[in-house]
């Protein structure tokens, strides 16, 4: 009850939102962009109109611009990933649902994998949600991962203590995302959305650099080159509309000449997928712009 309290509280006063409010990831996302906004804020477009990331995963840079453009900022986020949009939607809608929902998962291995075969058909939009973030909170390295069938397969993670509700980062959350359109689609099924001034960014599956690492499985559908050229032809027809575009991927040849015509920096990030620490550490990755 205290919750439901303090996000009336906060999302039902009269008026415009608070100018600036700090919100973080909620969701640990293979690939997020955390640790790189720091090093992305100088490729920021300074002015633009709308902000959509059709690849929005953990929303690294979705809440870097929120808290930066404050009520100026207007989105639209979306992913294919179902499990991801509810959890985005629900703490958007019902976050004193889902803040409950959290309060009954404990970090205890037979609770997980009870979890993780749990039927997500027979739950509730605020289970289904609270779902997704305590598995994603406790499994191995924060992965999301599904196999063909489309079921999360990631073993228990064995941390001591993690934080599986973090409510006044949620709260926040909610408030941020009061103002944001969250679509469950394909990445082309924006382009109609879009016009001259818009800022879009992309974050797709990155290509993989060699045989070995190719890691995809957001869901049960693989990204693979075929879906690197769509994405290329997406882009030069969001540079055609006068958006501005910036493209994430991985530091690949092949990823490189499809984009001849846009600016390509190179920045370093950390890998931190593969499951031996000693092949972890820092790699390039490309980043793509048409301005």
């Known amino acids: 009850m205290q919750a439901r309290a303090r996000v009336r509280s906060r999302l039902s006063v009269a008026g ?9 990831p909620f969701l640990k996302w293979a690939g997020g962009k955390s640790q790189l906004l720091k090093t992305f804020a100088p490729h920021f477009p300074q002015k633009f109109e709308r902000y959509f990331e059709p690849f929005v995963g953990g929303g690294a840079v ?24 509810n959890c985005y939607s629900t703490v958007r809608d019902r976050v004193e649902d889902l803040v409950e929902a959290l309060k009954k998962h404990r970090n205890d291995k037979h609770h997980f994998y009870r979890v993780r075969a749990c039927d997500v058909s027979r739950m509730t939009a605020a289970e289904r949600a ?7 909170k406790t499994c191995f390295n ?7 069938s489309g079921q999360f397969n990631v073993p228990f993670g064995k941390y001591k203590n993690p934080r599986i509700i973090d409510e006044t980062n949620l709260l926040n959350v909610s408030a941020v995302l ?11 099924t924006i382009l109609s959305q879009t016009s001259a001034g818009d800022f879009v960014y992309l974050d797709p599956p990155y290509q993989p ?16 080159m075929p879906d690197q050229e769509r994405l290329a032809r ?15 991927n991985s530091d690949n040849e092949s990823i490189e000449k499809l984009y001849p015509q846009f600016k390509i920096a190179r920045v370093t990030a950390t890998r931190a997928i593969n499951c031996k620490g000693n092949r972890r550490g820092r790699v390039n990755e490309l980043l793509i712009t048409n301005y």
């Open 178 to 188: 009061q103002r944001t359109k969250i679509l469950c689609c394909s990445f082309e």
């Open 130 to 136: 609270a779902r997704l973030i305590y598995l994603n």
């Open 142 to 148: 924060g992965l999301y991962r599904v196999n063909r």
């Open 16 to 24: 415009p939102l608070p100018q600036k409010i700090s919100a973080a």
């Open 209 to 224: 650099i060699s045989p070995t690492a190719n890691f995809t499985s957001y869901t049960s559908a693989s990204f693979g």
């Open 234 to 248: 997406f882009v030069n027809e969001l540079d055609k509309r006068g958006c501005y575009v910036m493209v994430s």
């Open 62 to 85: 979705f809440f870097a611009l929120a808290e930066r453009e404050g009520n100026n900022f207007h989105a639209t986020i979306s992913d294919c990933n179902e499990e991801l949009i």
